[in-house]
């Protein structure tokens, strides 16, 4: 029975993997805001739901960011900017650790580091955001 535990784990691994390799291909431009991300309207309450589940431990539960992690994200001047479509493209991509405008130093991952996260997630993680602006 244990040993069944094993394989199931090293599948879930490799199929992260996988995925995650499918999610963080490069952009012809390389750019966030002109990756394709097709997105439909956000829904702010199922992305507070995502938020809480992926962005939270980062960013924290109440948006302010948490020490060495996550920047604050309410308010937030650079959300506050976007469209929902391009918050959307930027949450997709992520921004790296030595990116010029990462105020941080820390790695943004793409997806915030859940390739499994539909396109409509991520739509409606952009929206609760811009929400709260």
Known sequence: M???GRRVAIIGVLLALVLAACVCEDTDSGSWNSSPVPVGPGDPIAGARTYTQVCSSCHGADLQGVDDLGTRLSPSEFIADQSESSLA???RVGREADDPDNV???LMPPSGGAPW???Q???NT???LLGHQ
Request: charged share 30%; proline share 0%; aromatic share 12%.
């Open 2 to 4: 244990r040993r069944t």
């Open 89 to 91: 493209r930027y949450i």
């Open 104 to 106: 941080t130093g820390v």
């Open 117 to 119: 996260l539909s396109d």
């Open 121 to 123: 997630d991520i739509a």
């Open 126 to 128: 952009a929206a609760y």
